[in-house]
């Protein structure tokens, strides 16, 4: 049997499948007489959940890193959300029904109100509403005995509908190959978990296959063609072994590239430096060698908040990102926030067009204040390392003018104060919008560098929303306009004695590595997976040819 989903860990394994079973806790709806009493046990089992969730919080540290544990500190937030609470406590008043009753019922609207949002991240936490109150219903039900460890048949390609994220904390890792699940979406937990465990995980099977299948057959998970295959053929089984000895061959020897440089035949050297999100990605930048942090999209530290993250907050985490890349180039962009990446607590107007609306820079100069307190977190970490400062969505030179005078402020300001800064910081521009690459040569000499954000400018230059799964085929990188753009940024930033490098996802396109070469690129920043990668490509190109 073969089922397709979605892979979201390039990877293949072969084992018996096992399916998760997830203890529910019925929900009755009974009348009540005494509302305070009702009141009082909803009060209880709030205090028993969020000690359950703290103890999950530091099993969580330990295995999966601060970021991916975060989200146990978000729950309990969660369980204290004004919210959701007067939604559970006006069942309970108005209607005297039972407190599980209440939960089961706003777990069911809020998180309908979750899956019809149009960004994926927020989907996504539709999961956590819903894992939140399985809790409370579970100590209301006096179910308090939070089950540490699942057991776990010796290694196994797990199968579930999807996991709430204290699932996953709750599973033995060492015992598990894969996960294959009916639902979810790359923002979830199991797909951030199966990119940290780097094991296959196949999401979206859809809820079928759950029934076909039973615990103990044998499967193979091909998580780069998203192929899910049940009592697999001995053929397939010896295409699948094929697969995944490539793959220890392939990783055998770009680990043997560690340390090596990234030069030509022909002698020209570039930076290969690495994109990440948090802070827990800067140990997969340092083992895969990257030779700098080449993007690190601070928004995320807004995305995984529920509230504006303060300075001294932003302050701790640069500062760390730079003392442990050890000097190395570290780059942080200023917030892209709007477009794609929503947040709640921002509460930005609807727009119609949110990709062509209040994003990135122009939310920042909208709000100087949420600018300011990220420039000067940053400027107080650069005295620990080599920062750069990016800005994201630069269409002309009057608001950069803008951005600049701020920066000049913020470092007054921290004179004032007394507070040290590197005096070294470099500052660049993302080459994202088809304007910024057309008046390059005026950007140019105004800052120290650029980075050709792909995604978007591929977006911008061909009118293609790099959100619609419909425009895949239009949406092309490699079209003449957007190369074309990429090729006058270099020409000017070279001009006026700038690097230039590619963040955009373009960069780890190998089959353009050459072409970017010829074209002068300086660096090229790619997931910390593909460091090696494109290293070994770069050692086999030929520019004298
Ligand atoms: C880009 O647009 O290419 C880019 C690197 O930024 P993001 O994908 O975060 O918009
Ligand atoms: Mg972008």
Same mark, same amino acid.
């Given at each position: 049997m073969r089922y397709q989903g979605k892979g979201v860990y390039s990877a293949v394994t072969i084992g018996k499948v096992q399916l998760f079973k997830r203890e529910e806790t019925v929900v009755r709806r009974t009348h009540i007489s005494d509302v305070k009493q009702e009141k009082k046990r909803l009060e209880e089992a709030k205090r028993l959940a969020t000690e359950q969730l703290e103890t999950i919080y530091e099993k969580a540290l330990k295995e999966v890193g601060e970021s991916n544990a975060q989200i146990f500190q978000i729950h309990i937030m969660m369980l204290d959300d004004e919210d959701y609470n007067d939604s559970i406590q006006n069942i309970i008043e108005n209607q005297h029904i039972n407190a599980e009753y209440a939960v089961a019922v706003t777990s069911d609207n809020l998180s309908a109100l979750f899956e019809n949002m149009d960004n994926s991240y927020m989907q996504a936490r539709a999961a956590d509403i819903r894992d939140i109150s399985n809790r409370l219903?579970?100590?209301?039900?006096?179910?308090?005995?939070?089950?540490?460890?699942?057991?776990?048949?010796? %290694?196994?390609? #797990?199968?579930? +509908?999807?996991?709430?994220?204290?699932?996953?904390?709750?599973?033995?890792?060492?015992?598990?190959?894969?996960?294959?699940?009916?639902?979810?979406?790359? &923002?979830?937990?199991?797909?951030?978990?199966?990119?940290?465990?780097?094991?296959?995980?196949?999401?979206?099977?859809?809820?079928?296959? $759950?029934?076909?299948?039973?615990?103990?057959?044998?499967?193979?998970?091909?998580?780069?063609?998203?192929?899910?295959?049940?009592?697999?053929?001995?053929? +397939?089984?010896?295409?699948?072994?094929?697969?995944?000895?490539?793959?220890?061959? %392939? %990783?055998?020897?770009?680990?043997?590239?560690?340390?090596?440089?990234?030069?030509?035949?022909?002698?020209?050297?570039?930076?290969?430096?690495?994109?990440?999100? &948090?802070?827990?990605?800067?140990?997969?930048?340092?083992?895969?060698?990257?030779?700098?942090?080449? $993007?690190?999209?601070?928004?995320?530290? =807004? #995305?995984?908040?529920?509230?504006?993250?303060?300075?001294?907050?932003?302050?701790?985490?640069?500062?760390?990102?730079?003392?442990?890349?050890?000097?190395?180039?570290?780059?942080?962009?200023?917030?892209?926030?709007?477009?794609?990446?929503?947040?709640? =607590?921002?509460?930005?107007?609807? +727009? +119609? &067009?949110?990709?062509?609306? $209040?994003?990135?820079?122009?939310?920042?100069?909208?709000?100087?204040e949420i600018f300011k307190c990220q420039l000067r977190a940053l400027y107080r970490a650069s005295a620990y390392g080599n920062l750069g400062i990016m800005f994201p969505m630069i269409a002309s030179t009057g608001e950069l003018e803008e951005i600049l005078s701020i920066c000049e402020e913020v470092k007054q300001e921290l004179d004032e104060d007394g507070i040290q800064y590197g005096n070294k910081v470099e500052l660049g521009v993302m080459i994202e919008t088809p304007a910024a690459a057309i008046i390059s040569d005026q950007i140019a000499p105004m800052v120290d560098f650029f980075s050709v954000g792909t995604n978007d400018l591929t977006q911008y230059t061909l009118a293609c929303d790099r959100q619609n799964p419909n425009l895949e085929r239009f949406c092309d990188p490699h079209h003449e306009a957007v190369l074309r753009l990429i090729e006058l940024a270099a020409k000017n930033a070279h001009a006026h004695g700038l690097w230039i490098g590619i963040c955009g996802e373009l960069a780890a396109d190998t089959s353009m590595t050459e072409t970017f070469l010829r074209m002068g690129i300086d660096e090229l920043s790619v997931s910390p997976g593909y460091v090696l990668k494109i290293r070994d490509v770069v050692r086999n190109i030929d520019l004298s040819k």
């Open positions: 219903i579970a100590c209301l039900a006096g179910n308090h005995q939070e089950q540490e460890t699942r057991d776990l048949p010796d %290694k196994v390609i #797990l199968c579930a +509908e999807d996991l709430a994220p204290s699932e996953t904390v709750s599973i033995d890792k060492e015992k598990v190959l894969a996960f294959v699940t009916a639902y979810g979406s790359a &923002n979830s937990h199991t797909a951030i978990l199966a990119g940290t465990m780097n094991i296959p995980a196949i999401i979206g099977l859809g809820e079928e296959f $759950l029934s076909q299948i039973k615990d103990g057959q044998t499967a193979i998970v091909d998580g780069y063609t998203g192929q899910f295959i049940v009592d697999p053929s001995e053929e +397939e089984v010896l295409l699948a072994e094929k697969k995944i000895q490539e793959d220890l061959e %392939k %990783k055998q020897m770009l680990q043997r590239l560690k340390g090596k440089e990234n030069i030509t035949i022909d002698g020209h050297k570039i930076h290969i430096y690495a994109n990440i999100g &948090n802070m827990d990605q800067v140990g997969a930048a340092l083992m895969q060698d990257a030779g700098g942090i080449g $993007l690190f999209r601070s928004e995320f530290l =807004y #995305l995984e908040n529920t509230d504006y993250p303060t300075e001294e907050q932003q302050f701790r985490v640069y500062r760390k990102v730079l003392e442990s890349m050890t000097g190395r180039k570290v780059i942080i962009r200023t917030i892209d926030i709007g477009a794609d990446k929503q947040v709640d =607590y921002f509460q930005l107007e609807k +727009e +119609e &067009n949110p990709a062509l609306g $209040l994003r990135a820079v122009r939310l920042c100069l909208a709000r100087p």
